[in-house]
């Protein structure tokens, strides 16, 4: 009888470790798929503020470009050559996030 109660104990213990070892498993490909979005999230993350800093960029040149009253009337040109830097930068940032 004894043999008996033991054979039951550890049957049902077997039976446990199955359960955790397969929730185990369960939640080690959770943690996995869990840190892959957050790294997906991360990159997403520092792309935007990218793309925020460099708006926030443009906005100031745009308004020093504004701001600029040449005494010479050559606040066009000046205006033209900014923008024109402004168009390569954003060209070397397309290029150097791809």
């Known amino acids: 009888m004894d043999q008996e109660v033991l054979k039951t104990n550890l049957n049902g213990l077997e039976r446990k470790l199955v359960v955790l070892i397969n929730e185990h498993k369960t939640q080690k490909e959770q943690i996995k798929t869990l840190k892959s979005e957050n ?48 168009r390569e930068i954003d060209k070397c940032i397309a290029h150097l996030s791809k």
């Open 39 to 86: 790294q997906v999230l991360k990159d997403a993350l520092k792309t935007r503020d990218e793309q925020l800093s460099d708006f926030r960029n443009k906005i100031k040149i745009s308004k020093i470009v504004d701001n600029l009253n040449p005494e010479d009337g050559s606040s066009s040109e000046l205006k033209r050559k900014v923008e024109e830097y402004i």
